[in-house]
């Protein structure tokens, strides 16, 4: 486990998968630049078995849990936050994106998720950069990836699909040397026992979010 102050990012359990289909659900009401991806729960199960658990030096996809359950909140896991290689065969760089569930958003969950994620790649992965995209539209998103570190590099010009028309995305970034400038001072590594023991857990063998 990763731990911050107010959440900490675990491993994903085959017992977590159906709350991927009823966060699909619940998000009925979101903007019209959210990027929807309806998926079945049996299509997460097979992805979840063929993907190491969705975890592996590549990729990987990570719970959300608060600390402390925040008024108003709904019991249980806040969303997922998930990291990929854009690029491999060109860049060590890394993407993150982040799902939070309707009841747990502006409560700085978003904030410190993504903080905590950088931390964790540039800590144990050689990456030069982690980077984050999100629709210009999402004021709340952007405000969260600027409060955990990243830097605006420009507008990506009919970058998605959403709500019936191309949309813009913005471009963050946060390099390692950025990074060196605001870390914290003690290591970022998940619990080995812990997820160990999550990891077990998957079947064997062991992507626009907000």
Do not use: C
Not at 2 to 26: H, K, M, V
């Amino acid at each position: 486990m990763i731990r911050g102050n107010l959440i900490e990012l675990r491993l994903f359990r085959e017992a977590d998968l159906p709350l991927l289909s009823r966060w699909t659900r619940e998000d009925h009401d979101s903007p019209e630049w959210f990027q929807r991806r309806i998926e079945s729960e049996t299509e997460t199960r097979d992805r979840f078995s063929t993907d190491s658990g969705f975890w592996s030096t590549d990729r990987g996809r990570l719970m959300i849990e608060p600390l402390r359950r925040r008024r108003g909140a709904s019991p249980g896991s806040a969303g997922f936050i998930t990291f990929w290689r854009p690029a491999p065969s060109i860049s060590d760089a890394y993407e993150i994106g982040i799902y939070l569930s309707i009841s747990h958003r502006r409560g700085g969950y978003g904030t410190e998720a993504q903080s905590l994620l950088a931390r964790f790649l540039f800590e144990n992965r050689p990456t030069g950069r982690v980077q984050a995209t999100t629709a210009v539209e999402n004021t709340s998103e952007r405000a969260a990836l600027e409060k955990a570190g990243f830097r605006v590099e420009g507008v990506l010009r009919d970058w998605f699909w959403a709500g019936g028309r191309r949309r813009d995305a913005a471009l963050y970034s946060m390099t390692r040397q950025e990074w060196e400038a605001i870390r914290p001072a003690s290591p970022s590594r998940p619990d080995s026992s812990r997820s160990h023991e999550s990891s077990r857990s998957a079947s064997p063998p062991p992507k626009r979010g907000r």
